[in-house]
């Protein structure tokens, strides 16, 4: 599997496909994120724009190969082996992208509430920032495993309805990127910073199950 996810990743890296998603991921940080502003706030922003950039580089990673490259992996090393090491690679992929995120909101933020009242202590909002955006990053890899091929293999289906998918997890209410983020957004008032462990952890079995779904149903295809 590790060779596999090194060839799908030189493979993303060669192709430069991933710069649109990474461009999507920079232009909403710039939009939402800015020197000064609350940490708290910043982070939940960088956590929130990562989900739909996590769902694009799962749609770069599963349909960047041309097909009889594909079915020549496939053959030698399994379809669901091959699909599952396109969606690891998109996932450390969308965990390298949100902790540059993190990172850069770290050194320009403000780490007080957003009041500017009480000081927010800096390791624990960015641990907690991490965790958020790796939330995030899990549902959107669920997000684009269920809405890109081998699940739905039109891109005018598929583009649309990953883009909606990633839009509706985002914002209903009981998902676990909606808590983590609404999480920080409720420390940058309170000072408080809490680990959005559950949701994590609620975030990890559904990313698994999609991608399991997923992987299956590239054997049958």
């Not at 995120?101 to 000081?119: E, K, Y």
């Not at 549902?139 to 739905?152: D, F, S, W």
């Amino acid at each position: 599997m590790t060779a596999l996810v090194r060839y799908q990743a030189a493979l993303l890296i060669r192709s430069q496909r991933w710069l649109p998603p990474v461009l999507l991921y920079g232009v909403i940080m710039a939009i939402g994120v800015s020197s000064g502003q609350p940490l708290l706030d910043s982070l939940a922003f960088a956590a929130a724009g990562m989900l739909p950039a996590a769902a694009w580089l799962v749609r770069v990673c599963v349909t960047n190969e041309p097909p009889a490259a594909r079915a020549c992996a496939a053959a030698a090393a399994g379809p669901g082996r091959v699909h599952l090491s396109s969606v690891l690679t998109a996932l450390l992929a969308a965990g390298a992208l949100g902790a540059a995120g993190v990172a850069v909101v770290a050194v320009i933020s403000d780490a007080h509430t957003a009041d500017r009242r009480h000081v927010v202590p800096l390791g624990p909002a960015v641990t907690a920032g991490l965790l958020a955006v790796l939330v995030s990053a899990l549902l959107g890899i669920a997000v684009g495993a269920l809405t890109n091929p081998p699940v739905l293999r039109r891109a005018g289906w598929a583009i649309p309805v990953s883009g909606l998918s990633a839009l509706l997890v985002l914002v209903i209410g009981g998902s676990p990127a909606n808590a983590a983020v609404s999480g920080l957004v409720s420390g940058s008032q309170t000072g408080a910073v809490g680990l959005p462990l559950l949701p994590l952890c609620l975030a990890g079995v559904v990313a698994a199950g999609a991608t399991a779904a997923a992987c299956a149903l590239s054997s049958r295809r």
